[in-house]
């Protein structure tokens, strides 16, 4: 019990610290490949320690009340998602819940900026929630393909089912659904060249467009959280998990810098392109795999 | 059904530039387009009025922030028209390698421009700091890294420093050495095509009725530039081709740039090459007391926007009478650019806006 | 239980010739009739009574029964029919016909009690068509587009009607009883193709009513042009009628056994059903999105979500049995609650167009909250009610072996989102426009009703062991597995799910977050006007992103979703019209004429069944 | 050509004074009412390309000159034809007090913000004219700023340096 | 990061934070802007020091005045600074801010940018050098240090000035007041 508790309260303190780690190695690494030196390290803490220390409009009450419900339901999903052997709420809804509370995030800050009444804001929800469900249907599939191939819905017993064979990005059939998340990955992240929701020059910087002081400050802990989440889910349905925190952060990290890379060397898509990218060749191959999986089943 | 009115500019990341456009909207579709200059105005040609013929040179570079050679050429070419000075033949080959830096180095600024709009911070990048080894060179040469004031009437203010001709060619070279990185990260990215084809589309015929020059009047197939069509400085004096691309949308424009600027790369090594010794500078009377015959001349060079022309009227005073430049950007920014964006998409405007390569001090003046 | 059809039906037209009196006793009277009804109801709860109305009706008895099944539709029935006619009050004081309006609505109640109590195929039939009309009446109150909206429904119901009573009266033919449970006794042994075609004749029925693609045409219009109140029953309840009849058919007469067995036929005609509902989840979830009249987006919802129900119903698992009927309460719950929130808004704005609406938060917060509740539960948000039927919905179809169909009911869900958050957005966020800068909040009467409605939707998303022990309990009497069900959710080896958890953890997370931006440096507030436009001033009224919201998903998916069956019964109606037309120039044209024709055509149905006997 | 076409001119309109300043200018000036005969007869001719409108502010005389500068595009996308250099400067003079003159944005399309600017710093009206809205200007000036009796020195002492520097209350 | 830094991290971490963690507004009003792409871009880097363009003044606490300023830019700019929130910083780029530098006798720039905004420090020049920048930049570190930069408090305290000052030059402007002024409360009570 006060296992779980502490586990209850240190995860989420980890997943921002990773996050916020993320968002530095971030700009540090896209400042290497610009020819430059880059930030310090630990320049989005001082960011964030700077926007709250700044106050902030508000526009009312639901334009707090978003942003935490935002901010709550990522710390929330990080109970539900194993961090290593660490998952405390594993017996709560499995899968299915983290596919929920994932909606948590958009939702809260769609809340948000609809009350700040920014029609940049508003094109960036039309944006982000458009591209939401041009991802969704490559990652149902894939998620179901992993779900239907271990008949459970728990994403403990998944970790557990790759561990005791092998990873289920190179086992047989869930390699098409994990070849299918690689190529999604990058806009489940929201990164470029799926950066459209975001696009400063376009819109302004979209949802954040009216968020500064402490507001700017949870928007970026919650960009931060989402990174970290994604790509957990990632390792945990097909690198195989792992048994202790030192190796699962490695394999978080080495995703992360490979994304981070293909961010350097793309520039944005509309988000018509991205729909129908993401609606082309991973939906197909993803379809495929589920297909394989049923048949195997 | 409610309108929908967004301010694209003056304060907004994707504008380079002080310069707005307000869109009327439905949807993520831009209905009407209405650009909204004179963020920007100074009166320039009433300041000049009041100043001497030589004092004005300061002034005139400041009306285009990127290539400020150009406006001082256009000015100096005009002077030199109603004043009758010869330019010694150097003279004539430092300008134009001077003004085709002065194009590589805006050209660069341009492709960070459009780079940065598409959201692509690394190309972005690797061309500004290009630009910026282009900018060492006028700073040995002029002493500005900006604003360099350099071609006078009757000439250039100094001629190359001692191992100038080196200095151009080792930063040329590792410049172009770039050019495949850019290549295979920009010019020939799936994603730019994807983005930068089709988008701000306009035909032959149309970009004549609308007074276009520059590469936009180049990238619809028309082989028509000032420094071919009436040549001035030593244009006329190497061999050199114009690029041109026929489709008239921004993936044309970019490549023409692309294109323009590794031909301005290859002229600038011809004219080293082959450039005299002499004399570079005619020198004028005592500029407060220089005095030009009454008249009035036009001249006109071509900028990396377009065609640059300066019409100069004197009533036989110190001071000009009346100045007006035409500039680029005038027609592009104004009345092309609304037609293009009618029935566009919101995520294209700056796209558009960029790839007609608009400088907003320019139409202000 | 006669008191209650006494009440209800007596009530009906007691309040009617009160209203003659005065509005404020018909007002009094329709209350304490439907409050009375939902405590008779509650009364009845586990008893299971039976009657006999009427001996000898056409040489049959009209009988009554309550079961479990019964009593869980009775109460959602009564439930939502008292808050509507309280949602009334204001919403239709001042208007013409409001006596006529308050009669209907309580017939119309009772006819739907009537149903989930009727014991025998009869008795079944004549209520469904008491129902049936009455709902006509009240679709077309409203007149103009109304009526057109109301023929719609009536013609396609009475297609419905009378290919049931066509069903039934074959049954009767066949096995001479129209109860129930000897019914069920004696199909069994039935040839499954018999069985089949009756069974398809009735479930045609059903899925007019519950609007099943392609039946469901019927629908938008429909609850669009109905009075929000009736909209809201509409949605929440009548259209379930046709659940209610599909469970009949296909548990009490078939049986669930032979339904999921793995017999041929029957795993064909389950085959069809789960792929007609899964067609229903998917095309109007994405037909919604596109609409711009806040009550037809809701008709499409209403359309999709129905698709939910019958694809957890026909899937055949306890657990799918459990989400249907789980999300068939739900769905009353969180459906009603949309429908009444948007009725608010409507009756204080006298507009549900959603591009000129805008930023009524400020004005309307009560309505907003609720509405906000309202479309948590309709996208499954943890922690409302519709988050754990469709839990167990996914749960049962990953976990049986359905990926696909599980899919395609997720994907359903992301079109909720799409289409919720536009209905949250285009109405209580954004700009406010300056000819609503005085609204005033709704009035209390429905602030009431929107009150207890959010509160039910998140008290059984917090507790739903309550109605899934009693949803247990009835599968249990159709002899189905048992589920291991704990007041805060499921307990089981491959997946439970608990929502004590999950609130705790939200809770929790949510109070540090909202302790952290309290705590810290203290915030401006500022208006709406003062926003970011690139340096310049909002153009006031002008500065709203609201028309063509998913502008660019639209140009990609627009052509696909077409609502081709519409067009084909539109074309269908007009080939039957230049038919009659032709036939006019034989009879002289007058209504009488029609009626025969219908006579005409119901007699050689009947005929043919009767003839055949077998078919 | 070149010669041609200053015979054309010259017999088309015979109030036309056309002088070739230097090899490349040719400077045509016309009375105010043919020069939108002229502008469209020397658009057919080839100088299909309006360079710049112009204004210029002859106080002493009293009147304002309008300039066009016309110059040709190419013929065809390969070949010079040599004409391309041609600068054809198209003069007017119109009365300064009250000044107005008919649009040519019927015969070029690109003259539409030359006018507007002419109109909004010269205060020339342009009849015909479908947006003579503001184009650069914030404040309204009560001589349009580029007149020659617009002091802009003056103007600037009256204005700006009457705007008070922020006192500092407290100290 | 420098040791001897922690200690003042740990003493003032708003200070420092608001030091390290410039964010510029984004807005070209001059000329002066051509130097700001090299400034944050790979031959000078600003981002060393945390300096980064952001899309919104409501995300930025620094204001770079970037040259001369006319009067439709002074609208402008006047809206931006008031959206965004404190402490915010600005800094007045080039010459032409300071007293108009070469347009000073241009009917269409204002001459003293300090009677319309506060301005906390100028980089004279023109235009300035990048390296000119970022010593601007590390006078203004110094300036934070010393609670100097006190540019949105004197806002604040002398509103009813610099409102006086923007209407007399442009006529009503479009947006209410940002602070309760005194002239604006004698107003309402007239």
């Known amino acids: 019990m006060v296992a779980t508790v502490a586990q209850c309260v240190l995860l989420p303190v980890l997943g921002i610290v990773i996050g916020l780690f993320f968002l530095g190695l971030y700009r540090k690494i896209m400042a290497r490949l610009h020819w430059r030196y880059g930030p310090p390290l630990i320049q989005p803490v001082i960011d964030i320690l700077r926007l709250f220390f700044q106050g902030g409009m508000s526009h009312g009450a639901v334009f707090d009340f978003g942003l935490v419900l935002s901010l709550a339901g990522a710390m929330a999903i990080i109970l539900f998602i194993p961090f290593a052997q660490w998952c405390p709420l594993q017996g709560s809804g499995g899968m299915l819940v983290i596919l929920y509370l994932m909606l948590l995030m958009p939702l809260g800050t769609a809340l948000s900026g609809g009350e700040a009444a920014n029609p940049n804001a508003s094109i960036g929800i039309s944006r982000k929630l458009i591209l939401a469900l041009g991802y969704e249907v490559p990652l149902l599939l894939i998620l179901l393909s992993v779900m239907s191939y271990y008949s459970t819905i728990s994403i403990v017993d998944i970790v557990r089912g790759q561990q005791a064979s092998v990873w289920a990005l190179f086992s047989w059939p869930l390699a098409l659904p994990g070849i299918a998340y690689i190529l999604i990955l990058p806009a489940v992240l929201g990164v470029r060249p799926f950066d459209t929701t975001t696009a400063p020059q376009e819109i302004s910087s979209g949802p954040l467009v009216e968020y500064g002081g402490k507001y700017l400050a949870f928007e970026h802990i919650i960009h931060a959280l989402s990174l970290f989440l994604g790509i957990s889910l990632f390792v945990n349905l097909f690198l195989g998990g792992a048994a202790n925190p030192i190796v699962f952060f490695v394999k978080i990290l080495v995703v992360f810098v490979a994304c981070v890379c293909i961010n350097a060397v793309f520039p944005r898509l509309r988000i018509e392109q991205a729909v129908s990218y993401l609606w082309k060749w991973p939906t197909a191959i993803a379809f495929l795999g589920l297909v394989v999986v049923s048949l195997v089943k | ?365 | 239980m006669q008191i209650i059809l006494l009440t209800s039906f007596g009530g009906a037209f007691a309040t009617y010739l009160l209203a003659k009196i005065s509005s404020r006793l018909r007002d009094v009277c329709a209350v304490i009739v439907s409050g009375l009804l939902v405590v008779f109801v509650a009364l009845l709860y586990n008893k299971t009574p039976a009657a006999t109305l009427i001996p000898s009706f056409v040489g049959a008895p009209l009988t009554v029964r309550l079961n479990m099944l019964s009593w869980f539709f009775a109460i959602a029935i009564v439930v939502v029919g008292f808050l509507s006619i309280v949602f009334s009050f204001s919403y239709i004081k001042g208007k013409e016909r409001a006596d006529f309006y308050y009669l209907m609505m309580l017939l119309v109640n009772a006819g739907m009690i009537g149903i989930v109590l009727s014991a025998d195929l009869l008795t079944f039939y004549i209520f469904w068509e008491i129902m049936s009309w009455g709902a006509f009446l009240l679709i077309s109150y409203n007149r103009g587009p109304a009526l057109r909206a109301g023929m719609k429904y009536i013609v396609m119901s009475v297609i419905g009607s009378v290919v049931m009573l066509a069903g039934i009266l074959s049954l009767y033919a066949v096995y001479e009883t129209f109860v129930f449970s000897e019914l069920a006794g004696r199909i069994a042994s039935a040839s499954p193709a018999y069985s089949l075609a009756c069974a398809s004749m009735l479930c045609i029925a059903f899925a007019i009513k519950n609007a099943v693609v392609p039946l469901h045409t019927w629908l938008p219009d429909a609850h669009s042009e109905a009075p929000a109140p009736f909209s809201a029953v509409l949605s929440g309840i009548l259209i379930k009628m046709g659940t209610y009849g599909l469970i009949l058919v296909l548990y009490l007469f078939v049986g669930v056994k032979l339904f999921i067995s793995p017999t041929y036929v029957w795993r064909g005609f389950r085959f069809v059903l789960l792929v007609l509902a899964s067609i229903t989840i998917l095309v109007p979830s994405f037909i919604a999105v596109m609409q711009n009249d806040a009550k037809k987006v809701l008709a499409w919802s209403s359309i999709a979500q129905a698709g939910y129900i019958i694809l957890g119903i026909t899937f055949g698992t306890t657990l799918g049995f459990a989400a249907g009927m789980f999300h068939f309460l739900n769905h009353a719950t969180f459906k009603a609650l949309l429908f009444f929130g948007i009725g608010a808004v409507e009756y204080r704005t006298k507009t549900r167009d959603l591009n000129s609406l805008g930023g009524l938060l400020k004005r309307m917060p009560i309505t907003f909250i609720a509405v906000l509740v309202g479309t948590c539960g309709l996208i499954g948000i943890p922690l409302t009610n519709g988050f754990v039927s469709k839990w167990l919905l996914y749960k049962t179809l990953i976990l049986e072996g359905s990926p696909f169909l599980a899919f395609i009911a997720l994907i359903g869900t992301w079109g909720t989102i799409l289409y919720g958050y536009k209905l949250l957005h285009h109405v209580f966020l954004g700009q406010l426009p300056e000819k609503y800068k005085n609204v005033r909040k709704a009035p209390a009467s429905m602030q009431f009703v929107l009150i207890i409605l959010s509160l039910a939707v998140v008290v059984l998303g917090i507790l739903p062991g309550i109605p899934l022990k009693l949803i247990n309990t009835i599968a249990v009497s159709m002899g189905m597995d048992s589920m291991n069900i704990n007041i805060f959710g499921i307990a089981s080896e491959t997946g439970a799910l608990n929502t004590v958890n999950i609130l705790s953890v939200l809770a929790a997370a949510g109070i540090v977050v909202w302790i952290i931006l309290k705590a810290s440096k203290k915030s401006t507030r500022i208006s709406q006007e003062d926003n970011y436009a690139a340096g310049a001033a909002i153009p006031a009224e002008r500065y709203s992103y609201t028309v063509d919201f998913y502008n660019p998903l639209y140009r990609m998916i627009r052509r696909y979703l077409r609502d081709i069956f519409d067009e084909f019964y539109y074309w269908i109606a007009g080939r039957v019209q230049a038919f009659s037309d032709m036939v006019r120039r034989l009879y002289v044209g007058d209504v009488g004429c029609y009626a025969m024709y219908i006579l005409l055509f119901l007699s050689a149905l009947i005929l043919s069944q009767v003839w055949w006997r077998v078919w | ?171 | 990061m420098d040791r001897n830094k922690i200690g003042k991290w740990l003493k003032q971490p708003a200070k420092m934070a608001n030091k390290y963690s410039l964010n510029a507004v984004y807005f070209c009003t001059g000329c002066g802007i051509i130097e700001i792409p090299p400034v944050i871009t790979a031959r000078w880097d600003a981002e060393r020091f945390g300096i980064i363009p952001v899309a919104t003044p409501r995300q930025g606490n620094l204001f770079m005045i970037t040259g001369y300023v006319s009067l439709k830019t002074l609208r402008a700019i006047i809206r931006t600074y008031e959206q965004m929130p404190d402490p915010k910083y600005t800094v007045g780029f080039g010459s032409c801010p300071i007293n108009g530098g070469m347009y000073w006798d241009s009917y269409n720039t204002i001459k003293h940018l300090d009677r319309y905004i506060p301005v906390d420090g100028w980089i004279a020049g023109c235009m300035p050098r990048p390296e000119a920048v970022f010593i601007g930049v590390t006078h203004l570190w110094t300036l934070i240090e010393k609670d100097m930069a006190n540019g949105y408090l004197r806002y604040r305290e002398h509103y009813d000035q610099y409102r006086g000052n923007q209407e007399k030059l442009l006529g009503k402007l479009d947006w209410p007041p940002l602070y309760a002024t005194g002239i604006a409360q004698k107003e309402i009570a007239a």
Request: charged fraction near 25%; proline fraction near 5%.
């Open chain 4, 1 to 171: 050509m070149n010669e041609g076409l200053k015979e054309k001119l010259e017999k088309a309109f015979p109030h036309a004074a056309i002088t070739s300043m230097r090899d490349t200018d040719y400077v045509v000036t016309a009375d105010k009412e043919s020069v939108l005969s002229l502008l469209a007869y020397v658009k057919d001719a080839g100088f299909d390309h309006l360079t710049l409108i112009s204004c210029v502010d002859w106080i002493d005389e009293g009147e304002f000159e309008l300039v066009y500068i016309l110059s040709p595009y190419m013929k065809d996308n390969e070949q010079i034809s040599g004409n391309e250099k041609i600068n054809l400067i198209l003069k007017t003079r119109i009365a300064r007090g009250n000044p107005a003159f008919q649009t040519v944005t019927h015969i070029f399309e690109n003259a539409e913000p030359y006018e507007r600017e002419l109109h909004e710093l010269f205060g020339v009206h342009f009849e015909g004219h479908k947006r003579l809205i503001p184009l650069f200007l914030e404040r309204a000036y009560d001589i349009p700023p580029f007149r020659k009796d617009f002091d802009t020195r003056r103007y600037v002492k009256e204005v700006f340096d009457n705007i008070p520097a922020i006192q500092d209350i407290k100290a």
């Open chain 2, 1 to 365: 059904m409610r309108e929908l009115e967004l301010y694209f500019g003056p304060q907004h990341l994707g504008m380079v530039g002080n310069f707005s456009i307000t869109l009327k909207a439905e949807g993520d579709r831009v209905l009407k387009a209405t650009a909204n200059p004179g963020y920007l105005h100074r009166g320039f040609e009433k300041l000049m009025e009041y100043r001497t013929w030589i004092q004005n040179f300061p002034l005139v570079c400041r009306i285009n922030v990127v290539e400020p050679d150009h406006v001082e050429m256009a000015y100096a070419m005009a002077v030199e028209k109603l004043a009758g000075i010869e330019v010694p033949e150097r003279a004539q080959y430092v300008r134009s390698i001077y003004l085709e830096l002065a194009r590589v180095g805006s050209h660069l600024f341009g492709l960070w421009a459009y780079a940065n709009m598409l959201g692509f911070d690394t190309v972005a990048q690797w061309a500004m700091y290009h630009r910026d080894l282009v900018l060492d060179l006028f700073e040995e040469l002029t002493g500005g890294r900006v604003y360099h004031i350099y071609i006078w009437p009757g000439g250039v203010r100094r001629d190359f420093p001692k191992g100038f001709k080196d200095k151009i060619v080792t930063t040329l070279h590792s410049i172009g050495g770039c050019v495949p990185d850019y290549d295979a990260a920009f010019f020939n990215n799936a994603i730019f095509h994807k983005r930068a084809s089709g988008i701000g589309k306009i035909d032959q015929r149309r970009a004549r009725e609308l007074g276009a020059t520059g590469q936009v009047l180049r990238a619809t197939g028309m082989k028509y530039d000032v420094r071919k069509v009436a040549p001035y400085a030593a244009y006329d004096k190497v061999e050199w081709n114009v690029p041109v691309r026929s489709d008239g949308d921004a993936y044309s424009r970019i490549w023409v740039v692309r294109d323009e600027m590794i031909e301005s790369v290859h002229m600038i090594f011809k004219l080293l090459d082959c450039m005299p010794e002499g004399e570079v500078f005619n020198k004028p009377p005592n500029p407060f007391k220089w005095k030009i015959p009454r008249g009035e001349a036009y001249a006109r060079c071509e900028s990396s926007r377009g065609e640059f022309g300066a019409y100069v009227v004197s009533n036989g005073e110190d001071k000009p009478y009346r100045v007006h430049f035409r500039t680029p950007s005038y027609p592009h920014g104004l009345i092309i650019l609304e037609k293009l964006l009618e029935n566009a998409n919101i995520a294209d405007v700056g796209n558009t806006m960029i790839s007609l390569y608009v400088v907003a001090p320019e139409i202000d003046r």
